[in-house]
Nanobody
Framework: QVQLVESGGGLVQAGGSLRLSCAAS????????MNWYRQAPGKQRELVAT???????NYADSVKGRFTISRDNAKNTVYLQMNSLKPEDTAVYYC????????????????WGQGTQVTVSS
């Protein structure tokens, strides 16, 4: 089936950087919008960054100027470069795609990865 798998999380000191990756698998033909969400303990999941198939991006105010979302359509992968990390960025980060077309499995909607933990120490 169609899957999203995140990687790149970990523990970093405040002011440091991490790069998250999210790779889609399952005989992918195309992916529409891809998103990064995060969920901190005791808080609701929030949208962090969005990138369309054409490369247009949008960011939450809390990460503007620090995070950069990008995608490599040839590799069916989306990235989140996180710089100047703060303790309040600590959360589980999830990759999401609104629509994926697979040559083998057809169309899939609202697909989520398993999440990757990012912890920023002060």
């Amino acid at each position: 089936q169609v899957q999203l798998v995140e990687s790149g999380g970990g523990l970093v000191q405040a002011g440091g950087s991490l790069r998250l990756s999210c790779a889609a698998s399952g005989s992918i033909f195309s992916i529409n919008v891809m998103n990064w969400y995060r969920q901190a303990p005791g808080k609701q999941r929030e949208l962090v960054a969005t990138i369309t198939s054409g490369g247009s991006t949008n960011y939450a105010d809390s990460v503007k100027g620090r995070f950069t979302i990008s995608r490599d359509n040839a590799k069916n992968t989306v990235y989140l470069q996180m710089n100047s990390l703060k303790p309040e960025d600590t959360a589980v980060y999830y990759c999401n795609a609104d629509r994926i077309v697979s040559s083998l499995y057809g169309r899939a909607f609202d697909i989520w990865g398993q999440g990757t933990q990012v912890t920023v120490s002060s």
